[in-house]
């Protein structure tokens, strides 16, 4: 692990550091961190946490102590990033799994069941055509906000 700067923290930039780290401990587990990196991240997080009492700050420490509610709620976070790129993205639709998805050419975030996955099943494979074509363009005015290039 890098060892700390002893010049004083902007405290934004604590919070999204904190924020950053909450979301890889949600998607990669805390497993993944060494004894010797929570041992050396735990004193510094209840400091910024008594000096800052910002919740990025209190979840990230929280998930480093294992705590049974943040670590409930991180899994939920985990699941709904997980099924946001495993499920068409038109809203009520939901279909995943049986199908291979779509990205947006543009951005590649939002995903919609592909028309060209081979399904046994003629009726499926039509339905799967209308939510391709139908489904991206019903959803492009709410997803337009959102959608910019990928510069991956």
């Known amino acids: 692990m890098a060892t700390a700067s002893s010049a004083p923290a902007d405290p934004v930039h604590i919070v999204e550091m904190c924020q950053f780290l909450s979301t890889l401990l949600a998607l990669q587990g805390t497993n993944s961190v060494s004894e010797e990196d929570k041992q050396a991240l735990l004193p510094k ?19 480093l102590e294992d705590d049974p509610e943040t670590t409930m709620l991180a899994d939920g976070l985990k699941q709904h990033c997980e099924s946001s790129l495993n499920e068409c993205s038109f809203d009520g639709c939901g279909k995943s799994g049986t199908s291979k998805l ?3 050419s543009r951005c590649k975030t939002a995903v919609y ?32 906000a959102t959608c910019f290039p990928a510069v991956f």
């Not at 400091?47 to 929280?62: F, S």
């Not at 055509?129 to 709410?142: A, G, I, L, V």
């Open 45 to 63: 997080l209840r400091e910024w946490n008594r000096k800052y009492q910002k919740q990025q700050i209190t979840r990230c420490l929280k998930q």
């Open 102 to 104: 779509l990205q947006c």
């Open 113 to 144: 069941a592909s028309a060209y996955t081979c399904i046994s099943c003629v009726c499926l494979t039509m339905l799967y055509q209308q939510c391709d074509r139908d489904h991206q363009k019903k959803s492009w005015p709410s997803h337009k």
